[in-house]
């Protein structure tokens, strides 16, 4: 009981640290990203947290199984550095063991990741796709910042100021491409652009004072110019306010049992969701015989073979994921490859009393 509860502090410690490390540098990368588009005015920066906190479980699902084996292998490397494995073996009790004792964390973080995979990370994507709708339906008004050529969709526009309510504009310029061929773009200069509240109107209106408006065909030298002393734009969006299709990752495990027969790509998910989990499984029982190592060899020894081993694992995983989407694969291929990689398991675990075994039978035949 005392080794148990040695166990698994040191794995859940060591496994924290190391999942919070792997989490700040995918979620720093990305965040930078994001940061990025807002300030290419693409994006409300008051989001931006918003975004990164409902996209943390699907990279959780992802840095879980990863950040639990690094820690397995460093909790187990430091037990034959310091020389404690010698002492337990001697005391009669093998890896083999050690490594039963740590199932029942093992299962229950296989039961963390069914949980995030099922339920909490398709709950962020749902609200993710939602925030990003919410992003998709601003028109150029809303992008509009002061002596910057703003595009989104077919617009353009050209503020020489903003006041600090962002209700009014200076020094226009607005440019309209046409979306046949043969309608003309249009150009519109004016000194000043008031917004217009219209309650149940998603687009933007625009009340554009003192200015020209240009209509010409790109290639013709015909173009039509009318001044203004009172024109009213409408800014309607380039994206439709709502989501039509709904992501497979947003849907609700309830959504996708319901649908899995329609489509290979849901069956996919539904396959990811269940099978993916045990990969926490294989991943101590990888790591209890990679991690053997010589006091003088050191812990990290066997570390970066170790994660390749494992990492390739779960890209086997992904790539059975994107060809079932295609329908090249069935679903007993997400069971086929754990149980390929429980062989492999089994035989690092045996490799001691196989090797001999497998030089006789090399001499024999030789």
Known sequence: MIITRYLVKQVVATSTVVVALLTLIMM??????????????????GILFSIIGFRLPEFLTLILPLGFFVGLMLVFGRLYVDHEMAVLNGSGISRGQLGRKLLPLTFSI????????MVVSPWGNHH??????????RSGFDLVRPKEFISSGAYTIYAGDISEDRQSLKDIFFYQKAKDADKPD??????????????????????????????????QAKYVQAEFESYRLTLQS???QKVEAQRIEAMTMWQVLQQYTESPVILSELGWRIFAPWVIVLAL???VPLSEVSPRQGRYYRLFPAIMIFASLIVAMMAVKTRMSKGHLGIWAYPLILLIYSGVAWFFARKQELAPKLKRLARGKA
Do not use: C, H, W
């Not at 296989?110 to 995979?117: C, E, F, K, N, S």
């Not at 993710?128 to 339906?137: G, H, I, W, Y």
């Open 28 to 45: 720093g990368g990305r965040l930078i990203k994001y940061f990025g588009v807002a300030a290419q005015g693409r994006m409300d920066v």
């Open 110 to 117: 296989v039961a963390l990741q069914a949980m995030l995979m």
């Open 128 to 137: 993710f796709d939602q925030l990003f709708a919410t992003q998709a339906v």
């Open 186 to 219: 249009v150009i519109i200069l004016a000194k000043e652009a008031k917004r217009v509240v219209i309650e149940n109107e998603a687009a933007n209106v625009v009340d554009l004072y003192q200015g020209r408006r240009y209509s010409l065909v790109p290639g």
């Open 238 to 240: 380039d994206k439709e």
């Open 285 to 287: 029982m990888l790591a």
